[in-house]
Structure formats: structure tokens, C-alpha cells
């Protein structure tokens, strides 16, 4: 039968972390500290009292104590990721780097959100003289903050992060520079410097250590801008003219369409990648009519990587598609494929990443009230004719019709880059995307 007296020790302990908690509010870290020992004699592994005092040990520079403590919090809650946060800041100051770089990442594989914790993992790794892991893990701190609205400004950063962040962010920039001048450096040590000027001032631009000289407002790449080259919306059919071999062979490639259209399998997939209901919601697409909005495709490359199902689906284009000049850059490109777009879908008004390639279509199925604007400038598809424009002015397509328009899409070089310029680009790119992977 219970008594009363069962219930004295759950009262005490209550009334414990209520004096520490109330104490907390009111600033009182000395009252708090009280309170929370006084728990800790009832309730020796109490999580929150451990933590509170380890932290109030760690200001007053006993790392030891404080060590102590938290390996006895974390024995009694070992999947506790604040736990493992706060062990491996005191062991950063005892000290102890590799133990620190073990709780931190610990900590991390339980609450991969913890950036505060990607940060202090960051200082271990650069004081372990880990250059280009540290400039990895600081990274993906400061975009895990920055998708949260945190690390933006200083007014978005806790005061006492400011300058750990602000010396992350100089640290990644630093590092990357390093990094990007290396792929670069054998180019220049090559063919001189004076042949990848364009190339340095793109990179410079990139990192954000030069504004991008845009000559015309209406162009903005959302990745990396190369200067020094014509801007404008569309480029001359006479700059490509192996785009003859495409045109010739249009009947031979819309008959692989057909085929792909007509299959019972339906090998079509969402450009976007994401059910039409949400890229509505994202402002990728729009209905005219009383369909639903559908931009589909059919691959031959995506990112570079190879659709070899649906190359064999299609011989002759695959194979005609292969003898062209494509931007071929590794988990970049080519992206060729069939762009499906249905009846009533608007692809709503968007910018490319790069200026250092091109946009070409073949159109091979076009019902009328289909059109292309880039620019600002409408252009509408003739079918067999190519027409080759830059993305990274704002554009958008329609097919207001109650048919189905199809296009083949290929990516070509801006011809007014020199073969050296693509070798760097072709580099460079590769390595900025390796980066940027690695710090996510």
C-alpha cells in the first residue's frame, strides 16, 4: 500500500528543479547552482542538473570537474546529443582534441542540425591542423544555421558566436581560394596566365571578391557568372554549326519520340523532380487551361550521368547526341533529353546557373499557341529548326494548346570561350561541386 511518505522523495526532487528552474529565470545562477546540487544528492545522473553544474565548472576553468560530470550524464542517457555537444566543448577546452572531435561527431550522427556543434567541431579540426576538413565541416555549420535563418548578419547571430562565425566564414572563403587556385594552376603553368584572365576574374567573381560586371540587368546566373563575353538572349544560328547534323536527322529523332511517347511503360519522369502540384506551389509551374500543369522528360544525360535505358530506347538520337561538343562536366553535364510539356503548362519565368553554356532546343512536336520568351524576347519554335539561347536571362515557355509540345534539349559551350577557358571551367566547376557536397 503506499504512504506518504513514497511520495516525499519524488516531492523533493520536484521542488529541487523547480527552485533551480525558477532561480534560471530570475538570473540567479548561484541560487540555480544550489538547487540543482541539492537534486543531484537525490538524483545523482539527472541530466539537467549534471549539465548545469558542468557548465557553471567550465566558467570557472575546471574542464576536469566538468568532464566528470558529463561522461556520468552521458552513461545514464548515452543517445543524449546535448550531452555529447557540451562533453565535447569541455574537452576542447581541457585540451583534449581528439576526444572532442569523437563527442562532437557523435553528437552530430544523433542531431545533424546541432551547427553549433559543426562549428566547435570546425575549431578542433583546424587545431588539429586539418585544413581542408575543418573548411568542410565549418561549411556545412554555417549553411545548416544559414537554412534556418540563423548566421545571416550579426543581428541573426548569438553575440558570443559572432567572431567564431565570422572567422569560420573567412576560413571557408581562404580555403577555398586555395583550393580553386590549385585546379586552375596547371592551366596557367600551361598556357600562361594571360589566357585564363577571364577564368580568374569568373573565380574572383565567385567567391564574392569582385562584383559581377553584368552589362545588361536582365541577365543574372544563379551559380557562376563568366565575364568578358557577349550578353545576349540569343545566340546566331551560324555560331553552331554542327547543329546542322541535329536538323537533318529531325525526322529519325521525332520517330524515337513517338515511340517513347506511345510506350506502355511511360518512361517520362517530372523535370522538376517533384510532383506538378508542387512545383505549382514553388512558382515553377502554371495551368492556362483546365488541365493540371506537367513538364516531363525523358533523359539521355542528367548531371552529367548517362540514362543508358533510355539511350537504348532511342539509338539514333542517343547515338547522333554523343558526336556533338556537349558541355561535359563530371555531376554537372551533359543534360540532354525529350522535354515533354502538356497541354495548358506554363513554365513560369526563371534563371539559369551559368553563362559559360548555352540552352539549345530542336523542336520536334510544336502545336500552335507555344512559345519561348528569354529576356523579354518572344521567340515561337519551328518545327526541325534549332534555336539556342542563354538561361541565365529570365525565361519562360508556354504551350497554351490542347496538344502535347515536345523539344530536345542539349546544353553547348558559349562560343565565346576558348578552348583553354572551357578545359578551366570544366575544372573548376567539378571542384567547386565536390566542395560544396562535401560541406552539406
Not at 268 to 274: K, R, S, T
Not at 365 to 372: G, R, Y
Request: glycine letters at 6%.
Amino acid at each position: 500500500m503506499t504512504t506518504p511518505m513514497d511520495h516525499r522523495p519524488q516531492t523533493a526532487t520536484a521542488d529541487c528543479r523547480a527552485q533551480a528552474q525558477a532561480a534560471l529565470q530570475r538570473g540567479d545562477l548561484a541560487l540555480a547552482e544550489q538547487a540543482f546540487a541539492r537534486l543531484l544528492e537525490q538524483l545523482p545522473t539527472d541530466a539537467e542538473a549534471l549539465q548545469f553544474l558542468a557548465s557553471r565548472e567550465l566558467e570557472s576553468g575546471d574542464a576536469t570537474r566538468a568532464i566528470a560530470r558529463l561522461r556520468t550524464a552521458l552513461q545514464a542517457h548515452p543517445h543524449d546529443a546535448a550531452v555529447l555537444h557540451q562533453l565535447g566543448a569541455a574537452q576542447v577546452q581541457a585540451g583534449d582534441l581528439a576526444g572532442a572531435a569523437d563527442s562532437l561527431q557523435a553528437a552530430l550522427g544523433l542531431a545533424p542540425g546541432l551547427f553549433v556543434a559543426q562549428l566547435r567541431l570546425g575549431v578542433v579540426f583546424e587545431q588539429q591542423g586539418l585544413r581542408r576538413q575543418a573548411a568542410m565541416t565549418y561549411l556545412g555549420a554555417i549553411n545548416a544555421a544559414q537554412a534556418q535563418g540563423r548566421w545571416l548578419s550579426d543581428d541573426t547571430t548569438a553575440p558570443g558566436l559572432r567572431d567564431a562565425v565570422k572567422h569560420a566564414t573567412r576560413y571557408v572563403a581562404a580555403t577555398r581560394r586555395e583550393l580553386f587556385d590549385a585546379v586552375i594552376e596547371p592551366l596557367r603553368q600551361r598556357y600562361g596566365r594571360t589566357e585564363l584572365a577571364r577564368v580568374d576574374q569568373c573565380l574572383a567573381i565567385y567567391l564574392h571578391e569582385l562584383p559581377a560586371p553584368l552589362p545588361d540587368p536582365r541577365q543574372r546566373p544563379l551559380f557562376l557568372y563568366f565575364p568578358g563575353v557577349p550578353s545576349q538572349p540569343f545566340y546566331p544560328r551560324e555560331r553552331f554549326s554542327e547543329h546542322a547534323r541535329l536538323e537533318q536527322a529531325v525526322e529519325t529523332i521525332r520517330g524515337e519520340l513517338l515511340a517513347v511517347l506511345a510506350s506502355a511503360d511511360d518512361p517520362l519522369v517530372p523535370f522538376l523532380g517533384a510532383p506538378s502540384a508542387e512545383a505549382m506551389a514553388a512558382n515553377l509551374l502554371g495551368a492556362t487551361g483546365a488541365e493540371a500543369a506537367a513538364w516531363d522528360a525523358f533523359f539521355f544525360y542528367r548531371h552529367g550521368e548517362r540514362y543508358d535505358a533510355n539511350c537504348a530506347r532511342c539509338p539514333h538520337t542517343s547515338a547522333l547526341l554523343d558526336t556533338l561538343p556537349l558541355v561535359r562536366i563530371r555531376d554537372h553535364a551533359p543534360e540532354t533529353l525529350y522535354s515533354v510539356l502538356r497541354p495548358g503548362t506554363h513554365i513560369l519565368p526563371h534563371r539559369g546557373v551559368t553563362n559559360t553554356r548555352l540552352v539549345t532546343h530542336l523542336p520536334l512536336i510544336v502545336p500552335p499557341d507555344c512559345a519561348l520568351r528569354v529576356g523579354g524576347q518572344t521567340h515561337v519554335w519551328e518545327e526541325g529548326r534549332c534555336v539556342t539561347f542563354d538561361d541565365t536571362f529570365e525565361h519562360e515557355a508556354w504551350n497554351h494548346s490542347a496538344q502535347t509540345r515536345v523539344v530536345l534539349i542539349l546544353d553547348s559551350w558559349n562560343p565565346d570561350l576558348t578552348e583553354v577557358e572551357r578545359l578551366a571551367v570544366t575544372d573548376l566547376v567539378a571542384a567547386i561541386g565536390d566542395f560544396n557536397r562535401s560541406g552539406l
